[in-house]
């Protein structure tokens, strides 16, 4: 990216920040000058995750399936710039009639409407040119045998 496009000294916050995709956000926006804010659920893991983005970069432990804790989080850092929402437990792939429900209703509270809520009051703090981005794996476009989870909560279409 050049200067007109690069994070230097824009406020990033990765929700799903402490490994996986989120991790690989949080170091490329920090090697682009980001303060990075990261949040999951493991404590351990953010503190980690922290010493090896380095820099500026800060975390929290925070369950984004907890609606007030995720409003409490955006409340906390307050104005930002870009927010990249990541979080997500793996999810164990079955045939529908083998799939356990009470997980796959963790994965839709987890990527569904932690989702939302992560949208809903990071939004008004996000600062004038700034973005939101979710992610999302490949199974809504391209499921496999026994993907009827992964598939049912991916987003189907670009936004």
Known sequence: MGPRNGLQNKQVIVLGGSSGIGLAVAEAAA???????????????VQKAIKSIGGQAQGQAVDVSDERAVETLFAKFGAFDHLVFTAGDSLHLHELAATDLKQARRAFELRYWSALAAVKYGNPHIRKGGSIVL???????????????????AEPSKR
Do not use: C, D, L, M
Not at 31 to 45: C, D, H, P, T, Y
């Open 31 to 45: 090697s682009q000058g980001a303060k990075v804010v990261i949040a999951s659920s493991n404590a351990e893991r």
């Open 135 to 153: 992610t999302t794996g490949v199974a809504g476009r391209r499921p496999h045998k026994g993907w009827v989870v992964a598939a049912s909560v």
